[in-house]
């Protein structure tokens, strides 16, 4: 072989290399460039309803509705709870869900979410007993508590309050489901900007309870939502209604693309 060829092969190899290098590069990049939006939950909810969790089955409705995000689930048991620096600082929105473990959420994180929503717009969903979440009361500024939380019901019925709300979209006028556990007004929380979805329980005892089930807020320059059914008795997060509505509130929540 001549030394001219040998410095053909050369020069060819390195630019077969150049090619995959940058078409890894880029496939990197196109991934990091999309849309992300994190589930948490804590990994308290009884497997025979939600068998990876309740984040995993939020994170499965998301896969299914918004095709071109990047959907992270994350819990508490993972090293930073899941959401180190680097995954919170591209997240478009988080979605939390917590019931039995919110005193041991590190407030380190907390500050950091709360940074995140109010300094750099990072939509914020938060779910059912998620109320009482290190980062909901931290974002909401008050004592975050309903009137009342009894399991004496039945079936819940969700009516769409705000009908031209886009958490609202797709979603009929009104639907029900299976649910146990109520929540009743008031809640201890600033004005709501809209109030998206209104409730009736049946009771047990043939009584109905009303309450406000879907609320919104601007915090700082982020965006905020709040969905009161979900307890984790309750397969409510496999409900299409529900997965829509959540959908909407990610893409209502995310801020606008600069």
Not at 129 to 158: E, Q, R
Not at 191 to 205: H, M, Y
Request: hydrophobic residues 40%.
């Amino acid at each position: 072989m001549t030394s001219i060829e040998s410095f053909r092969i050369a020069v060819l190899s390195l630019a077969a290399i150049g090619i995959v290098v940058s078409s890894t590069t880029s496939k990197a990049q196109e991934k990091t460039a999309k849309r992300c939006v994190v589930v948490w939950s804590e990994g308290t909810a009884p497997t025979n309803i939600y068998p990876h969790d309740i984040n995993a089955a939020i994170a499965e409705g998301l896969k299914t509705s918004l095709k071109d995000w990047e959907v992270v689930t994350a819990g508490i048991d993972s090293p930073d709870h899941g959401i180190p620096d680097a995954l919170l600082n591209r997240a478009d929105v988080l979605i939390w869900w917590g019931h039995k473990k919110h005193g041991a959420v590190k407030d380190d994180l907390v500050a950091k979410i709360e940074k995140r929503v109010k300094e750099d717009g990072m939509g914020f969903i938060s779910l059912h007993s998620s109320h009482f979440a290190k980062p909901n009361k931290k974002l909401m500024g008050t004592a975050c508590s309903w009137g009342a939380y009894v399991g004496d019901s039945t079936t819940l019925k969700i009516t769409v309050k705000d009908a031209d709300h886009p958490i609202a979209k797709g979603i009929p006028k009104e639907f029900s489901m299976t649910h146990n556990e109520r929540y009743s007004d008031p809640y201890a929380v600033p004005e709501a900007k809209s109030i998206v979805f209104e409730g009736v329980a049946d009771l047990k005892n043939g009584k109905k309870d009303e309450s406000k089930q879907g609320f919104c807020w601007d915090v700082g320059k982020g965006k905020m939502f709040y969905f009161q059914p979900g307890h984790e008795t309750n397969p409510i997060f496999f409900d299409e209604n529900v997965r829509k509505i959540i959908a909407n509130a990610v893409l209502w929540a995310a801020p606008e693309k600069k």
